[in-house]
């Protein structure tokens, strides 16, 4: 169920905004294999008209399931936005869409969203990654890679001539 803005009662006063929208409405397709969008968006949004535009803004905010990509370790994280701001022209080659003097918001808060997840997400900030035992292997046996020899290694021993 998108977000329906009308125009008829923002030309009147202010409009306040609050409630949830659902994931669904947020990932149309987005595939990630570490961020996951499963609880739903809440907003506390105001949408006043401004001139020929309709202001909207407020407070955006969303829980997303992670996996950190060091440690594969699954957590929850907090994304929020509390100056979510959009100006929606209601004239000119800019123009919002108007169906039945209602603009649907949902685009301009999924482009938002979509913009602030974490690219690369960490349980902590200092995670230290899978540890040796787990990087070796259910045996427990680590290779000389996992046990900290240089990946130059092999070349520092090779002789050049001069």
Not at 19 to 47: C, F, I, K, S
Not at 93 to 101: F, M
């Amino acid at each position: 169920m998108p977000l329906i803005l009308n125009l008829r009662q923002v030309r009147l006063e202010p409009q306040e905004l609050c409630g949830e929208l659902p994931a669904v409405e947020l990932d149309p397709g987005r595939d990630d294999a570490v961020v996951h969008l499963n609880q739903p968006l809440e907003y506390e949004l105001t949408a006043s008209l401004l001139e020929e535009a309709v202001l909207v803004q407020g407070v955006l905010s969303l829980t997303v399931d992670c996996e950190c990509v060091r440690c594969l370790a699954k957590f929850e994280q907090l994304v929020e936005l509390p100056d979510f701001a959009a100006h929606l022209p209601l004239e000119g080659e800019d123009a919002v869409v108007v169906v039945d003097d209602c603009v649907d918001l949902t685009p301009y808060l999924r482009e938002d969203i979509l913009l602030t997840l974490p690219q690369h997400p960490l349980c902590k900030p200092d995670c230290r990654g899978l540890s040796q035992l787990a990087a070796g292997g259910a045996s427990g046996q680590t290779t000389q890679t996992n046990a900290g020899a240089s990946a130059w290694a092999a070349l520092n021993q090779l002789k050049l001539k001069d």
